[in-house]
């Protein structure tokens, strides 16, 4: 079964475990706020994405973790997620007629922006 929510969630813990080491030297300590500031960055940029977006995922994909997909969608603004329990990373070959059915209704109730 699939599930449509909106997504304004807040992300905690961004930054936590990025160097995956107990090393507190200097240059591991160097490492970990790279890496923060990387993840910073990309909340921004994916933060101010103003185009109506729709995040299709399946739950059991093995490739790219589900929690990206929460992540996206509670991180746009406005963003719906459509998700499905099963379906791997194949979701929208085995739901093409949910997926089709809902990128039609996105579609049409979306409201975007144009810039003059």
Do not use: W
Request: aromatic share 8%; glycine share 6%.
């Amino acid at each position: 079964m699939c599930e449509v929510s909106s997504g304004f969630a807040a992300i905690s813990n961004l930054t936590a475990g990025f160097t995956g080491s107990a090393d507190t030297s200097p240059s591991s300590a160097f490492r970990g706020n790279t890496a923060a500031r990387r993840a910073t960055q990309a909340v921004r940029r994916v933060a101010g994405i103003r185009t109506p977006t729709l995040v299709v995922h399946a739950e059991d994909d093995t490739l790219q973790p589900y929690q990206n997909a929460v992540f996206t969608s509670s991180t746009i603004p406005g963003a719906r997620l459509l998700s499905f329990e099963n379906g791997g990373h194949f979701a929208v070959a085995i739901e093409q007629s949910t997926i089709s059915r809902e990128v039609y209704k996105h579609i049409s109730n979306a409201e975007f922006e144009t810039e003059e």
